[in-house]
């Protein structure tokens, strides 16, 4: 590679509604004139499966809401316990082998946009620690231990830029109105307070038209590029594209 080791590694982060999706998609195209990229999702999507539970027929709403229940219950009698842990620390491990593909393809070449990032700085649903409130003893503060580590490995690579995309709660319930306002709201306030080990970050007013959100990510993804003296490859022949462009 010229003047840069690695390919660029670009961070898109903001609450469910704020267009990260959308966002990534347009990007990908863009910066695939260019060079090789490819969008790596790494969240953990067990929102999604809540979701898909809830729209089960006859009885997936009532299991979805007892799910939930056992959850927060949780949480408020001092951390999970053990099969709730056990579950939890399986969507982190999801997270991590998704990390390590992205990690993969950036080292065979690939420019990374990656939709969501890792952080430790605020645990929950904003990419965060979901044992941090574990007790620290027994099996389940070995689990919460384990998922500690593995998110200090992943947190240790740092983006070349973050893109954040800030929207308000109401935005949000009207772009997702199938996402429950609780968990939208905690993470509507999160997202501010989010950092990535001192890497750039860059703010997007995602309330305003997509056109000029996407002119805003792509200028400063130009600007930081330039920067980095960031090319594309030089002698070796890209792998296959992943369909779709996207790494799951």
Request: glycine residues 10%.
């Amino acid at each position: 590679m010229n003047g840069h080791e690695r390919p660029p590694l670009i961070a898109v982060v903001g609450c469910d509604g704020s267009g990260k999706s959308t966002l990534t998609e347009a990007l990908l195209a863009w910066m695939n004139e260019a060079r090789p990229t490819v969008i790596c999702h790494l969240g953990k999507q067990s929102g999604n499966i809540g979701r898909r539970i809830g729209r089960l027929p006859l009885m997936g709403e009532r299991l979805d809401r007892s799910i939930q229940s056992k959850a927060q219950k949780a949480q408020a009698e001092g951390g999970p316990a053990l099969p709730e842990a056990l579950v939890i620390y399986a969507f982190s491990l999801r997270r991590v082998r998704r990390f390590r593909h992205m990690l993969r393809l950036r080292a065979e070449g690939w420019a990374i946009i990656a939709d969501r990032f890792p952080q430790l700085l605020r645990p929950g649903p904003m990419d965060g620690l979901g044992l941090a409130g574990a007790r620290p003893s027994g099996l389940v503060g070995l689990l919460a231990r384990a998922e500690r580590s593995r998110y200090e490995d992943m947190v240790a690579t740092v983006p070349d830029l973050v893109l954040r995309l800030n929207v308000s709660l109401d935005t949000a319930m009207r772009r997702k109105p199938d996402h429950r306002p609780r968990s939208l709201a905690r993470k509507v306030a999160d997202v501010p307070h989010l950092s990535f080990a001192g890497a750039p970050i860059v703010e997007l007013d995602a309330e305003q038209p997509f056109d000029v959100v996407l002119a805003q990510a792509q200028s400063a993804i130009g600007a930081r590029l330039a920067t980095l003296d960031v090319g594309g490859p030089d002698d070796q022949v890209a792998p296959p594209l992943p369909t779709n462009g996207h790494a799951s």
